[in-house]
């Protein structure tokens, strides 16, 4: 047995300090003690060092493979100018093999506003594979040689374009993930379960395979959880629901596409983008996502779609609604992202009972006057974005994440982003944005019963931050000091 002491512990919502203590068994939470009466000789104490204590931290959406493999490969997001990348590319090109893997490409904050060509990449890296991946993931440019070699692998790809996009980008980043042998793959988890008990996670839901028919590695990952430190919610991130009743999974998707992304004009919308006479791509028909989406659900399977413009996302709630009318089930279906929603869209997602998966920090990094959001898609439609607050006060239970490794994998900034929109009406509270990542997040994989609140029998999964978040972006004291999984401390902030 051990006794959790000396913390400010977070029970309904707040800060209870009636709590003298949280007493666990076996590794769950058996009593919450009000003052020190079960002390014996067994009994060992684990000193919270006045830490303000919350549940362990769920976050509902990752893409762990990949931002494991990535932290593991070159990271272009503080380049200033093509040169910068360059330079970065050459660098990292040395120790990395026949793959050479480059992301966080942000044109738009670089100097020269564009991509390299392929003809310059080439210089750099004449006789390795070279893949450059755009920050939201959805474009690429390859190398000549990558080109080449993907060609040779039979897979049609149109490489003359220097900008991949689309099936395109799909197909030579899939390429790229399953040249890796299961010693890298799982070398990538285990970075990335570093990451997240780092950033005050004791639970990530990840995304496993590609998008399309191949659940990847998901079988070889799902024989290794009990090696981490934390729980992974896998995701059999395809469309063969065959391979994913096989694997005995009780969900499916993810990032399976209804649209693209705003940043590469892709998102679906209803109005076309700012400026220009495009609208983005619904990337199947009606039928495609009724027949797919009708299909899981009468399996009992959780569906979880990425939908972006709110053309795509009235496209796969639309399914949703009709189900929960048909056929109602309990089942949680997700839209992953939800961000472009008018109050009529809302009002259509609190009827189908569909569970919007929301990432606080997109707004951070492109709400704003003057940024991403406004330039691509007017001011109008960029203040009906992200609408953490509204959602939450229709009732409509939504949950956090970061779509990592779209963005960090930290506590402190996505719990300060919810409570930060640039729109006032949509931060949500602390309790509110704790709640998202917590109580709403364990019930996303109907897992209420196991984790998500500071409670008798439930995991004690517990985080420890040694400041009470605010709206402000954590300034550098502000830290995760001690992380706890089961009742093992399986993350400790040791600086001073
Ligand atoms: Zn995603
Ligand atoms: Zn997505």
Redesign the pocket.
């Known amino acids: 047995m051990k006794l959790f002491v000396n913390g400010h512990f977070w029970q309904n919502g707040g800060f209870d300090d009636t709590v003298f203590g949280v007493l666990t068994k076996d590794g769950k939470i058996s009593e919450i003690l009000r003052s020190e009466s079960a002390t014996g000789a067994d009994i060992h104490r684990v000193d919270l060092a006045g830490a303000y204590v919350f549940p362990g931290f769920i976050d509902t959406?990752?893409?762990s493979f990949e931002g494991g493999l990535y932290s593991l490969m070159i990271d272009l997001s503080e380049a200033k100018n093509l040169d910068d990348v360059f330079g970065m590319i050459s660098e990292g090109s040395k120790t990395k093999g026949k793959l050479v893997f480059a992301w966080n490409f942000d044109e738009t904050r670089i100097a020269e506003k564009r991509f390299p060509t392929r003809a310059e990449l080439d210089k750099v890296v004449p006789n390795q594979n070279l893949v450059l991946r755009r920050i939201d993931?959805h474009s690429c440019i390859v190398n000549t040689f990558a080109c080449d070699s993907i060609l040779g692998a039979n897979k049609k790809i149109h490489c003359e374009d220097d900008i991949l996009k689309g099936f395109e980008n799909d197909k030579a980043v899939h390429w790229f993930h399953n040249n890796l042998d299961n010693e890298m793959v799982l070398k990538a988890y285990h970075a990335a379960s570093a990451i997240a008990l780092k950033g005050g996670f004791t639970t990530i839901h990840t995304?496993v395979g590609d998008a399309n028919m191949s659940v990847g590695h998901y079988a070889m990952l799902k024989d290794q959880l009990s090696s981490f430190p934390l729980d992974f919610v896998l995701y059999p991130q395809s469309f063969n629901i065959e391979a994913a009743l096989e694997l005995g999974a009780k969900r499916i998707g993810?990032?399976i596409l209804a649209d693209g992304s705003i940043g590469s004009f892709t998102a679906a919308l209803y109005e076309p983008y700012a400026g220009k006479p495009i609208r983005g791509n619904l990337y199947q028909t009606d039928s495609f996502w009724h027949d797919f989406i009708s299909k899981a659900h009468s399996h009992d399977l959780q569906v979880a779609v990425?939908c972006i413009g709110d053309r795509a996302i009235s496209q796969i709630n639309n399914v949703y609604h009709d189900l929960n009318n048909k056929d109602p089930k309990d089942l949680r279906h997700q839209l992953?992202?939800c961000e472009i929603t008018d109050d009529l869209l809302l009002q259509q997602i609190q009827e189908s009972k569909a569970v919007p998966v929301m990432q606080p920090m997109f707004d951070h990094l492109w709400g704003g006057p003057n940024r991403l959001y406004a330039k691509l898609l007017g001011t109008e439609r960029a203040g009906i974005m992200n609408r953490l607050r509204s959602m939450t006060d229709m009732g409509i239970r939504i949950t956090g994440s970061s779509?990592w490794y779209?963005t960090e994998l930290d506590i402190r900034k996505s719990l300060s982003a919810a409570m930060s929109h640039h729109i006032p009406a949509e931060r949500l509270n602390l309790a509110q944005a704790v709640g998202i990542y917590t109580s709403n997040a364990a019930w996303l994989s109907h897992d209420e019963n196991i984790r998500g609140s500071i409670a008798p029998g439930l995991d004690a999964d517990f985080c420890a931050l040694n400041y009470i978040p605010q709206a402000a972006m954590p300034q550098p004291g502000d830290k995760i000091t001690k992380v706890v999984k089961r009742a093992e401390i399986v993350y400790e902030d040791i600086s001073h």
Do not use: V
């Open positions: 959406h990752t893409h993931g995304m993810g990032c990425h992953i992202h779509d779209i």
